[in-house]
């Protein structure tokens, strides 16, 4: 065999094995990506099926509700426009409040309540994740361009978790 050819059957061997490491790679990272979704995206239908994403918001006020058990905790998340109904249970982070920013690490249940594993609340009471300021702006945006323009009034849990839909 010539060197030329020894050198192009060297060449597309390397390019073959750079593609399949390639892909192995983007399909190990596509598995263990975790989605940001807003409350206004998941009742949207975005929200992935029986997988974990983060749902980010607001914690809606008067909506904080600890459980008889001591440790169970439920909220609302909301986006100002849409909201969904958390259960978590464990610790919630000292900076947790109502009114404001959170991020919960979790799947969104058949009743329509996210199910979280992990809920994140960080820096001072300013402070608000770009991600959940953006997503909650794009809610808003989109509720004002929608027809009839603006948000129907939110009647709390009961009707968000009735808008999940099938």
Not at 35 to 58: C, E, I, M, N, Y
């Amino acid at each position: 065999m010539k060197p030329r050819h020894k050198r192009l059957i060297f060449v597309l061997a390397a390019l073959a094995a750079l593609g399949v490491g390639t892909a192995l790679v983007l399909r190990a990272f596509q598995s263990n990506l975790l989605f940001f979704l807003s409350p206004s995206q998941v009742l949207a239908g975005q929200a992935p099926k029986d997988r974990t994403f983060r749902l980010g918001g607001l914690v809606e006020e008067g909506s904080l509700r600890r459980l008889p058990d001591g440790v169970t905790v439920r909220f609302v998340v909301t986006d100002e426009v849409r909201s969904i109904p958390v259960l978590y249970k464990g610790l919630l982070p000292d900076l947790f409040a109502e009114g404001r920013g959170v991020v919960a690490l979790g799947q969104l249940g058949p009743d329509g309540v996210f199910h979280a594993e992990q809920v994140l609340a960080k820096h001072d009471e300013t402070y608000m994740p770009p991600e959940v300021a953006q997503a909650i702006e794009q809610a808003k945006r989109r509720a004002r361009e929608a027809p009839g323009g603006g948000p129907a009034p939110r009647e709390g849990v009961q009707q968000t978790a009735q808008e999940a839909g099938p």
